[in-house]
């Protein structure tokens, strides 16, 4: 024998939750307009409607508690929530190791800005950095990519963008077109690395400039750059040069 099993469609909400309430509601209902109730009987069906109520204002009370601690567990949640997507978004645009932006974000970012406004970019590599890891280790070779990039964000201020490119290699977009204002920054910024960005060895860096009118394109801007880069590193190393 199998158990029959009642389904319920959007017209029959199923059974009532307030059903003995509902019944004792009706029986005084009924008692209030009979003409021959005694006073025993109104009596009783009081003290019905007051148990009745007196239960509903608990669970009435018990569901709004409830309903409270659901409400501020809910929004807790959301604010983790929140806290994670920041976090999310922050480690997909930033360089876990220096805390600017990573090679996509500065292409992104200083693509949009090279064509909507232009602007001066900036390509600079530690000198000698390979020594630096294999005489003295990774984690020092770590500890200056940080001290670089502490000089890079104390000089340079938004709407200017920093990022890291490669292993010892970083990227400013300076929003300046001006060829004076573009060689004294970067200039600035070769001398704080050299003065401060201390290691266990000097720690030097060399530069490459390219000034770049508004609709240039990251790649062209950058390759610019990246030829006075080398050309910078082939005249000595810790110089600026400006391409061409």
Partial sequence: MTASVRRYSPADPGPDL????????QAARALYVADDADAERYRAALGDLTLHFERLMRETRRLIARSDRAEREMNALNQQL?????????????DALTGVLNRGAVIDQAGQALRRNGGAMIVLDIDHFK?????????????????????????????????RVGGEEFTVLL??????????????????????????????????????????????????????????????RNQVVLAD
Avoid: W
């Fill in 175 to 236: 929003p300046t077109l001006a060829r004076d204002e573009a060689l004294t920054m970067t200039e600035r910024l070769r001398q704080r690395i050299a003065q401060e960005a201390t290691g266990p060895a000097p720690v030097t860096a060399s530069f490459g400039l390219s000034l770049n009118p508004p609709g240039t394109e990251f790649e062209l801007a950058y390759g610019l750059a990246d030829a006075a880069l080398y050309r910078a590193k082939r005249g000595g």
């Fill in 82 to 94: 929140q806290t994670l997507t920041q976090q999310l978004e922050y480690r997909a645009t930033h």
């Fill in 131 to 163: 020594r630096i890891n294999d005489e003295f280790g990774h984690p020092a070779g770590d500890r200056v990519i940080q001290a670089i990039a502490r000089c890079l964000q104390e000089l340079v201020q938004a709407p200017a963008i920093v990022g």
């Fill in 18 to 25: 307030f059903e003995q309430e509902a019944g004792v509601l």
